[in-house]
Nanobody, 121 residues
Framework: QVQLVESEGGLVRPGGSLRLSCAAS????????MGWYRQAPGKQRELVAV???????NYADSVKGRFTISIDNAKNTVYLQMTSLKPEDTAVYYC???????????????WGQGTQVTVSS
């Protein structure tokens, strides 16, 4: 039994900041990577940022320089610090994890429930 528990998003003004978190819990032996994806109405789900357990991070071009992803391996938690938010950042943000269960099975693509982030004045 594994859960990805995301923090609440919310409504922020353009230029504002918001931090998201996602905590993985349950029968996990090791997490290889965690990331954030987002989906806006009428658009495909897209990668926002991903980070490996050793701290290697990749970002979508649209968020480079504005968002920072980090991971706390001891807590199995990934964070997304969002700054200089724009209306086009409005989307449902989904946490994703790549991990191994305690009994040895690899889970490559496990999703959180999603949290709404709205950027509007």
């Amino acid at each position: 039994q594994v859960q990805l528990v995301e923090s609440e998003g919310g409504l922020v003004r353009p230029g504002g900041s918001l931090r998201l978190s996602c905590a993985a819990s349950g029968s996990i032996s090791i997490i290889y990577a965690m990331g954030w994806y987002r989906q806006a109405p009428g658009k495909q789900r897209e990668l926002v940022a991903v980070i490996t357990r050793d701290g290697r991070a990749n970002y979508a071009d649209s968020v480079k320089g504005r968002f920072t992803i980090s991971i706390d391996n001891a807590k199995n938690t990934v964070y997304l610090q969002m700054t200089s938010l724009k209306p086009e950042d409005t989307a449902v943000y989904y946490c994703n994890a790549d991990f191994e269960y305690e009994y040895g099975l690899r889970e490559y693509d496990y999703w959180g429930q999603g949290t709404q982030v709205t950027v509007s004045s």
